[in-house]
C-alpha cells in the first residue's frame, strides 16, 4: 500500500492485535472434548452473544440470558464472565514494540476497538501499555461496534483526525474494509513482523 498523503496518526485495534485473545485458552481448561468445546463455543456463548456485550449490555445480563436458555450449562456460562481474563494469554510482543516505537517517534496513536466496559477495565488495568493512548473509541462506551462506518466517524470527529492521513490496523478484514471505505489508510494484521514491514513501506518512523 502507498498513502496518498503522508501519515500522520496510528490507529490501532487492541485484541489480536495487541493483546492475544481467544475463548479456547479458557474453556480447553473446562471441557475436555475438543468437539463439545467448539460446539459450546458456537451454540451457547456465541460470537454473537459476545458482541452484545460489546455493544454494551452487561456481563451480568448476557450470562443471565445464556443460563436462562441453558440452564444445564450454567458453571460454563458464568466462566466467561468470572473468568474472562483467562481468554487473553497475553501481549502480542512484536506489536506492542511497534505501538512503543510509534509512540516515541511523537506520532499520535489512538485506538477503536469492540470490547465490553467492564472487561475493557479491567484489561486496561493489566496492560500499563493500554493507557499510552492518546484516546480510545471503546465500543461498549458508544453502543457502536465495527465494522458499523458510525464508529469510524465518531474516532475521526473525536481524536480531530484526517482519515486520509491515518493508519488503522485491525485483525478483522471486515473491519478493515469498513475502515478503508471511510478513507483510512487500512491494514489487515496478520502478524508483528507484516504490520512492521507495512508500516516503513508507508514511510512510518520503525524500523522496517
Known amino acids: 500500500m502507498t498513502a496518498s498523503s503522508p501519515i500522520d496518526t496510528v490507529v490501532f485495534d487492541i485484541g489480536n492485535v495487541l493483546i492475544d485473545y481467544d475463548p479456547r485458552y479458557l474453556y480447553r481448561q473446562l471441557i475436555a472434548d475438543a468437539d463439545e468445546m467448539e460446539s459450546f463455543l458456537s451454540d451457547v456463548c ?100 465495527k465494522p458499523d462506518p458510525a464508529i469510524y466517524r465518531l474516532a475521526i470527529e473525536r481524536f480531530a483526525i484526517r482519515p486520509e492521513t491515518a493508519v488503522f490496523i485491525d485483525d478483522s478484514l471486515p473491519n478493515v474494509e469498513a475502515a478503508s471505505d471511510i478513507g483510512f489508510n487500512a491494514l489487515h494484521f496478520t502478524g508483528p513482523e507484516k504490520l512492521r514491514a507495512d508500516l516503513a513501506g508507508l514511510g512510518l518512523p520503525i524500523k522496517g
Open 46 to 145: 456465541t460470537h454473537e452473544w459476545n458482541l452484545e456485550q460489546d455493544r454494551g449490555r452487561s456481563f451480568r445480563d448476557g450470562v443471565e440470558e445464556r443460563i436462562a436458555l441453558f440452564p444445564g450449562r450454567a458453571d460454563l456460562i458464568r466462566a466467561w464472565d468470572t473468568r474472562w481474563q483467562e481468554m487473553v494469554s497475553g501481549p502480542i510482543p512484536g506489536s506492542v514494540a511497534i505501538l512503543e516505537e510509534i509512540e516515541a517517534s511523537g506520532m499520535p496513536i489512538f485506538a477503536i476497538t469492540n470490547f465490553s466496559r467492564e472487561k475493557f477495565a479491567e484489561t486496561q488495568k493489566r496492560f500499563a501499555f493500554l493507557t499510552r493512548f492518546r484516546d480510545i473509541v471503546v465500543s461498549a462506551h458508544e453502543k457502536l461496534i
